[in-house]
């Protein structure tokens, strides 16, 4: 097969690698809409101030906060409930979907781990 017959896939993955308030968060918030976020480390007002002069941008962008709100509450199995909705959704409402970030992310997972 040649690489020109290859119908590239409509799915898109990014990975955003940057030093922490370098804007990857606004970055990923100025994708294609609707957007939902998976905010893990919670600094998704980061975009909110960004786009505030941008009202229907906003009007994009969903978002949970998967931050522990106690010591009994745990993000990922939130994150997890919220991804089987996601993937059961038809049609799927999302352009865009953010895990932001991948590092408290990660943190949330290993904890989840250890929980289990």
Request: charged share 25%; aromatic share 12%; hydrophobic share 35%.
């Amino acid at each position: 097969m040649k690489l020109s017959e290859l119908k590239p896939s409509q799915n898109k993955k990014i990975c955003v690698l940057g030093d922490s308030g370098s804007g990857k968060t606004v970055f990923a918030a100025g994708c294609p809409g609707p957007i939902y976020f998976f905010d893990f480390d919670g600094k998704i007002s980061s975009a909110a101030s960004y786009f505030a002069k941008d009202p229907e941008r906003l009007t994009q962008i969903h978002y949970d906060s998967y931050q522990p709100a106690d010591e009994k509450d745990h993000p990922f199995a939130r994150y997890d409930k919220k991804l089987t909705e996601l993937a059961q959704a038809k049609p799927f409402p999302y352009a865009t979907v953010v895990v932001d970030s991948l590092t408290t992310y990660a943190d949330a997972m290993f904890k989840e781990i250890v929980r289990q």
